[in-house]
């Protein structure tokens, strides 16, 4: 299988994808919606998600995924941490597809004072990428002492990610759709907006719905989507709203509260 056909089982037809991941017990622990992360899957899967994300270990502990692609991120660290904006990687590509891994991720936080060696992951991650035929999701950052985290840092970070090789650009939503659609214009590959922080159910819906219209190619959501308490419902409007471009009224009656 070439990085064609694997980009496809993310990507779908329209251009678009809903991806949700599940990597954040390695640095934060246990937390709310991933005590049981084989549970969580199941649920997301159940509502469609177009991928899943995941460290190497969960992998094995997986219920089957049908068409739902399995990517794997491959860079941590911990709240613990001196530094915890400093990601270090603990997988290769190649390990990743002995895996069953349909994609890889990477995280880097551009400000901080590890950019450099990030940075050099990113760039040997996208070679590997290229050299085994394997999709790159990379999900960009600015986090640092001087950052302010302004919608042109993240376009320099949604830029900077295209031009070292990323399939998928992961950012946070800038605020509004004017300065969003600029960050998506100035890349060529689908940008996809960050779930960011734990917010309402219409709150999450709304900012995706934007990020949409101003040009975004979907969502890698996270905490919003697993610490749900309908998270297959959750799954279901977020779908709604990306795949068949339906509005956030319509998508929310996917929801339970």
């Known amino acids: 299988m070439d990085k064609k056909e694997r980009l496809a089982k993310i990507v779908k037809a329209d251009g678009k994808c809903v991806v949700v991941p599940m990597d954040h017990g390695v640095g934060m622990g246990p937390i709310e919606g991933l005590e049981d992360v084989c549970a969580a899957v199941k649920k997301v899967v159940a509502g469609g998600a177009d991928a899943v994300l995941v460290h190497k270990g969960i992998v094995k502990e997986l219920p089957p995924l049908g068409k739902t692609a399995l990517i794997i991120h491959m860079s941590v660290s911990t709240s613990i941490a001196l530094d915890g904006n400093r990601k270090v990687g603990v997988c290769t590509v190649e ?19 590890a950019e450099g060696e990030m940075l050099k992951f990113l760039g040997e991650v996208s070679r590997d990428c290229k050299k085994f035929g394997v999709p790159l999701l990379a ?50 590959v689908p940008v996809v907006m960050a779930g960011g922080s734990k917010v309402t159910t219409r709150e999450s ?53």
Do not use: W
């Open 205 to 257: 819906l709304q900012m995706i719905k934007d990020s949409i219209d101003a040009g975004g190619k979907g969502v890698a959501c996270g905490r919003n989507v697993f610490a749900h308490k309908d998270a297959e419902g959750m799954v279901r409007a977020i779908c709604r709203l990306v795949h068949e471009g339906k509005g956030v009224e319509e998508a929310i009656r996917e929801v339970k509260e």
């Open 95 to 113: 390990e990743a597809l002995s895996y069953g891994a349909d994609g890889v991720s990477v995280h880097i936080n551009l400000g901080c004072e």
């Open 139 to 188: 999900m960009m950052y600015v986090r640092g002492p001087k950052v302010k985290g302004d919608a042109n840092e993240i376009a320099i970070a949604a830029r900077c990610a295209y031009e070292l090789g990323a399939d998928i650009v992961k950012v946070n939503y800038t605020g509004d759709e004017g300065s969003f659609a600029k960050v998506c214009g100035g890349v060529k």
